[in-house]
Antibody
Framework: QVQLVQSGAEVKKPGASVKVSCKAS????????IHWVRQAPGHGLEWLGW????????KLSRKFQDRLTISRDTSANTAYMDLSSLTSKDTAIYYC???????????????WGLGTMVTVSS | QSVLTQPPSVSGTPGQRVTISCFGS????????VYWYQQLPGTAPKLLMY???HRASGVSDRFSASKSSTAASLAIIGLRSEDEAEYYC???????????FGGGTKLTVL
């Protein structure tokens, strides 16, 4: 079954970091990129960045590039999103998503994880 | 403020046709493909349309999309209650070097 399975919900204090995982199954992990998109409560979608599952190339949103790390473990078919210096504004559902193809600029995302709720609260 | 501008809400009655607009500029819609997503409450987004006007796998032919210059639109005909959802347009922005989304449009079926 082709799917992306994300890690569970997290509650963090302001200033802390959070690491969310996204495990791919049912397809060749190295043939596609994994993108990260977040959605704050009651708000729209916001793109964070992507990592190429094959060569590890990364592209981060300029808004987050100072505190966002995206990585992958090809042996585990898993991508990771690590966001540091958290504030309440980072409270959101974090999704991983796979594009249709390996095109650049990226194609649409036809496979999504269920999302990981990250709550930042003191 | 989103880079792509969508109306916050649209509505229609069952069987009607509705359209959702998405306005951008040269570095984004003017240069790159547009994608549309449907998000039902409490679920992850679902790809509806890709590369301007292609329906994603399994998507009803009641959905169609188009792009002209720096604007795109999604049309839904034969509106059904199950179409009630949030709809997002998205594309790549050459200046920002990133994926950008519209602010989303809430479709209400009256």
């Amino acid at each position: 079954q082709v799917q992306l399975v994300q890690s569970g919900a997290e509650v963090k204090k302001p200033g802390a970091s959070v690491k969310v995982s996204c495990k791919a199954s049912g397809y060749s992990f190295t043939a596609y990129a994994i993108h990260w998109v977040r959605q704050a409560p009651g708000h729209g979608l916001e793109w964070l960045g992507w990592i190429n599952g094959g060569n590890g190339y990364k592209k981060l949103s300029r808004k987050f590039q100072d505190r966002l790390t995206i990585s992958r473990d090809t042996s585990a078919n898993t991508a990771y999103m690590d966001l540091s210096s958290l504030t309440s504004k980072d409270t959101a559902i974090y999704y991983c998503a796979r594009p249709l193809t390996g095109a650049n600029p990226p194609d649409g995302f036809d496979l999504w994880g269920l999302g990981t709720m990250v709550t930042v609260s003191s | 403020q989103s880079v792509l501008t969508q109306p916050p809400s649209v509505s229609g009655t069952p069987g009607q046709r509705v359209t959702i607009s998405c306005f951008g500029s040269d570095p984004n819609i003017g240069t790159n493909f547009v994608y549309w997503y449907q998000q039902l409450p409490g679920t992850a987004p679902k790809l509806l349309m890709y590369r301007n006007d292609h329906r994603a796998s399994g998507v009803s032919d009641r959905f169609s999309a188009s792009k002209s210059s720096t604007a795109a639109s999604l049309a839904i005909i034969g509106l059904r209650s199950e179409d009630e959802a949030e709809y997002y347009c998205a594309t790549w922005d050459d200046n920002l070097s990133g994926v950008v989304f519209g602010g989303g449009t809430k479709l209400t079926v009256l």
